[in-house]
C-alpha cells in the first residue's frame, strides 16, 4: 500500500485519494475480470504507460524515467515484479493500478514542493487547484508547462489580482497540443479537460476573494430568520 500518513494529514490524504479516483474514472476501465490492460505504447514516441495511464517511461528501459516507473510499480506490486507486469505476463488488479496512480501523484505532489516551480507555495492553494495542479503535473507533464506554473505561483502570492489568475490560464492554454486539438473539434476530450482545468485556475480569484455581504444586509437576514411567520 502507498504510505500517505508520514507525508499528509488525514485532510490531505483523502483529497490525494479522491483526485487519483477521478483520474482513474476518466482513464481506462478495467475488463470484464477486474484486471486493468498491461503496459501498452501510445503515440509516435512510443511511451509505454501501465494501469491509469502512469508513463514507464521511453523505448530505453534502462533510462533514469524508466526505473522511476519501476519503482513505481514495485512499491505497489513487489520487488522483482515489474518486468513481468509491464510484459503482461503478471494481471494488474484495478485496486493495485489505482495504487500505482496513487503513488504518481504523491511523487509529483512532493515534486511541486521541492522545485522552484511552485515550492511551498503549493500550500496556498485551494484543494480543487491542488487538484488541477496535479493534473496538469501527471498528463501535460510540468517540465512542459514552466510558465503556467511561474504565473500560478505569482498568482498565488497575489490573490486579489483577478488579472493575475486570468493570465494562469490563459498560458495554461497556450499549449500546442490544446490548440492543435481545439482545430480538429471541440468536443475532443483533452480539449474539454485542459478548458476545465483553465476555468479552475480563473476561478482560484473568486475562492480567494469570496463576495462579501454588508452587514447591514446580514442584520436584516437575521432578523428575518428570527421573525415567526403570520
Do not use: C
Not at 474539454?192 to 483553465?198: G, L
Request: net charge positive; charged share 30%; no cysteine.
Amino acid at each position: 500500500m502507498v504510505n500517505l500518513a508520514d507525508l499528509y494529514s488525514i485532510s490531505e490524504q483523502v483529497r490525494l485519494i479522491q483526485n487519483a479516483q477521478q483520474v482513474a474514472d476518466m482513464e481506462s476501465s478495467p475488463d470484464d475480470s477486474g484486471y486493468l490492460p498491461y503496459a501498452k505504447r501510445l503515440g509516435k514516441e512510443k511511451h509505454p504507460t501501465i494501469g491509469y495511464g502512469t508513463s514507464l517511461g521511453h523505448l530505453d528501459f534502462n533510462s533514469p524515467v524508466d526505473r522511476q516507473g519501476r519503482y513505481r510499480v514495485e512499491e505497489v506490486t513487489g520487488h522483482g515484479t515489474y518486468d513481468q507486469v509491464r510484459q503482461g505476463k503478471v494481471p494488474l488488479p484495478k485496486d493495485q493500478g489505482l495504487q500505482i496512480l496513487l503513488t504518481t501523484l504523491r511523487d509529483f505532489r512532493e515534486h511541486q514542493k521541492k522545485s522552484d516551480r511552485l515550492g511551498e507555495d503549493f500550500h496556498k492553494a485551494s484543494w480543487q487547484l491542488k487538484n488541477t495542479i496535479e493534473d496538469i503535473a501527471y498528463r501535460e507533464g510540468i517540465s512542459s508547462s514552466p510558465e503556467t506554473m511561474k504565473k500560478i505561483r505569482w498568482a498565488l502570492n497575489h490573490p486579489d489580482s483577478e488579472w493575475g489568475w486570468n493570465q494562469a490560464a490563459k498560458e495554461y492554454l497556450n499549449h500546442k497540443g490544446y490548440k492543435r486539438r481545439k482545430k480538429e473539434s471541440d468536443n475532443d476530450g483533452v480539449v474539454k479537460r485542459m478548458e476545465r482545468n483553465a476555468q479552475i485556475i480563473r476561478s482560484e480569484y473568486k475562492r480567494k476573494n469570496p463576495k462579501q455581504i454588508p452587514y447591514s444586509e446580514l442584520r436584516e437576514r437575521s432578523k428575518q430568520l428570527r421573525t415567526p411567520p403570520r
